[in-house]
């Protein structure tokens, strides 16, 4: 099992900036790609950004150039810096991990952006 972890999200005005992290513990070793997801009201849970343990990276066309994804693969922690923050990216985001066959998800942290 992998238990993942997330922190920092929050409450902040439109234009400002929010950095989430997320945790990995207990079976980590060959944990592939990691990534954060975000789920709307009414709405599916979206990729927002993806990276792979070599450093491949993909964001959703919706906040390329605002946020920014990173891993410290020596901390099994994934990072998701989030700037020029809009009232849309308004969410709860979710820390993913893939391992083997097998997915896993994070408890989800409330990410809340006023106009």
């Known amino acids: 099992q992998v238990q993942l972890v997330e922190s920092g999200g929050g409450l902040v005005q439109a234009g400002g900036s929010l950095r989430l992290s997320c945790a990995a513990s207990g079976s980590i070793f060959g944990i592939n790609a990691m990534g954060w997801y975000r789920q709307a009201p009414g709405k599916q849970r979206d990729l927002v950004a993806g990276i792979t343990p070599g450093g491949s990276i993909n964001y959703a066309d919706s906040v390329k150039g605002r946020f920014t994804i990173s891993r410290d693969n020596a901390k099994n922690t994934v990072y998701l810096q989030m700037n020029s923050l809009k009232p849309e990216d308004t969410a709860v985001y979710y820390c993913?991990?893939?391992?083997?066959?097998?997915?896993?998800w994070g408890q989800g942290t409330q990410v809340t952006v006023s106009s």
């Open positions: 993913n991990a893939n391992r083997g066959s097998r997915t896993y």
